[in-house]
């Protein structure tokens, strides 16, 4: 007898990307925008077979792009099969409604998709409380989409009444989820506090920055951990604290979430406990990706999400990280750019604008002792201010 044998692999989705340029941004901002959804999708899992914008002096209010381009992705969908649209902003419910009857296929924006790599990657139960009660809070307004399928049918008389009332027992239900999820918080939150007051008498340092810049690389090097590292945006949920000794002082270092532009509201609101390393910390270190070609943009991102946190007094030490793959910007169409020296990021615009800064190669171990002697020297000034009579054991 012939044994059938089943493929179990699972197909990999694939994915349609669509955003708006709008007159405030330029052609460059929109394709690094649209780059950077495109990595999302990838660390979610899926393929990006193609791209569609479209300049609008805002996303339209029904179907977010013009109904002609609406209509050319529907084409484009239908023809090579693809499984999932995802839009490089937040969609109204409406919006929402609108695509998926056009389009047929399962939607995303923004949002969403960032809340789906959040509950991928959560490990903890506090990491996968606060992105289960993200996502609860985003679909709430969302829920009416759910019960379309009874408006099609038809005869009437009775429809209508058990499909409102099907919402409002499933509305009833998320919110006493949420409320729930939101006391289990309070009771982690009460867990982390007492155990942070336990660690109160060591300098704190909090590393901070955009995501996959490489602040668990250098979580890693500094204390000689393990922390789980990886080119993939939020490899990084849950806050990893270290004690980490240079030369004979020691201190607490913390790798904590990596930021993102446009970073949905309820996910900040979800992970404040989770980032209160950041507001408690003494020192910050704020990783950059010095390669990547709109750095700048990303410490503006970092700062932002920081002064939303309530944690911008602090000292901050900006460490320029992956030096090793900056390439200079050339003046001149063909010209050949010599590879900047440490010396050359020493006295650039970027060190007289971040001071303090440091230009290190996290993998390439460049410059590393830098970095730990302004560590070392930022650390035992606090150390000593706030215990004046240990100074004689160092």
């Known amino acids: 007898m012939r044994q059938k044998f089943y493929d179990t692999a699972v197909k990999q989705e694939r994915a349609v990307l669509v955003g708006v340029i709008t007159p405030h941004e330029t052609d460059e901002q929109t394709k690094e925008y649209l780059e950077e959804l495109q990595f999302l999708v990838d660390t979610a899992g899926a393929e990006t077979v193609r791209i569609f914008t479209q300049k609008l002096q805002k996303p339209d209010r029904a179907t977010f792009v013009g109904s002609g381009r609406l209509e050319e992705i529907g084409e484009f969908v239908k023809a090579e099969e693809i499984d999932i649209v995802v839009f490089d902003d937040e969609l109204s419910p409406s919006q929402l409604r609108n695509i998926e009857n056009e389009l047929q296929v399962k939607i995303l924006d923004r949002n969403n998709l960032i809340l789906d790599i959040f509950a991928n990657r959560a490990q903890t139960a506090q990491a996968k409380t606060q992105v289960e009660l993200a996502q609860l809070q985003y679909l709430l307004p969302r829920l009416t989409r759910l019960w379309t399928h009874l408006e099609r049918q038809k005869g009437g008389i009775g429809m209508r009444g058990p499909g409102e009332s099907q919402i409002e027992t499933d509305r009833r239900l998320i919110l006493n989820k949420i409320a729930l999820l939101k006391e289990r918080l309070r009771s982690i939150d009460r867990q982390n506090e007492t155990q942070r007051k336990n660690r109160v008498a060591m300098v704190r340092v909090a ?59 309820h996910l900040v609101e979800c992970f404040k406990s989770t980032l209160d390393e950041v507001r408690e910390a003494d020192i910050l270190v704020h990783v950059v990706d010095v390669s990547h070609p709109n750095f700048d943009d990303q410490i503006r991102t970092v700062n932002e999400t920081l002064k939303e946190l309530g944690a911008v007094d602090k000292q901050v030490i900006t460490v320029f990280n992956k030096i090793d793959a900056y390439k200079p910007i050339a003046l001149f169409e063909g010209e050949e750019v010599a590879p900047m020296t440490l010396e050359d990021f020493k006295h650039s615009w970027m060190a007289k604008n971040n001071s303090p800064a440091i230009f290190i190669s996290a993998t390439k171990k460049e410059n590393i002792e830098e970095l730990r002697k302004l560590l070392y020297d930022k650390v035992i000034a606090i150390h000593t201010e706030r215990y004046p009579y240990d100074h004689l054991l160092y």
Not at 227 to 252: G, H, M, Q, S, Y
């Open 207 to 265: 590393l901070v920055g955009y995501t996959n810049v490489g602040k668990s690389t250098i979580m890693n090097m500094l204390s000689k951990s393990e922390v789980f590292a990886e080119n993939k945006l939020f490899a990084t949920l849950d806050t990893t604290v270290r004690k980490v000794v240079i030369e004979n002082v020691p201190f607490l270092l913390s790798d904590t979430v990596g930021f993102i532009r446009k970073l949905p509201h």
